[in-house]
């Protein structure tokens, strides 16, 4: 098993950036793909990055290319997203999920194949 806690969200004016984190504590973290999703008030969630166990691939929803980053250390057992050029569609909830992978491909964009979630951190821009 592993448990996620995010951390890094908060207020921050258009055109702002925030980090957030999402560290894992438990199993071995390296074994896990990642994903980041969020959920807006009233609508469903939505994948926005994924991450494969070694780093090397990410996949990005196109609502965030080219603004938004996935990495991971994993060394401090962490993935980070990195949020540039937020904008007021960005506000939402964020949550990091994990699911245990034998492959080293890009983690997947369905929530459902995913074992294990944070509680979620706020993000919120004001425009």
């Known amino acids: 098993q592993v448990q996620l806690v995010e951390s890094g969200g908060g207020l921050v004016q258009a055109g702002g950036s925030l980090r957030l984190s999402c560290a894992a504590s438990?199993?071995?973290?390296?074994?896990?793909?990642v994903g980041w999703f969020r959920q807006a008030p009233g609508k469903d969630r939505e994948i926005v990055a994924a991450?494969?166990?070694?780093?090397?691939?990410?996949r990005y929803t196109d609502r965030v290319k080219g603004r938004f980053t996935i990495s991971r250390d994993i060394g401090e057992a962490t993935v980070y997203l990195q949020m540039n050029s937020l904008n007021s569609e960005d506000t939402a909830v964020y949550y990091c999920?994990?699911?245990?992978?034998?492959?080293?491909?890009?983690?997947?964009?369905?929530?459902?194949?995913?074992?294990?979630w944070g509680q979620g951190t706020q993000v919120t821009v004001s425009s």
């Open positions: 991450i494969s166990r070694n780093g090397d691939s990410t």
């Open positions: 438990g199993s071995s973290f390296s074994a896990y793909g």
């Open positions: 999920a994990a699911r245990p992978m034998i492959s080293s491909s890009v983690a997947s964009f369905e929530g459902s194949r995913y074992d294990y």
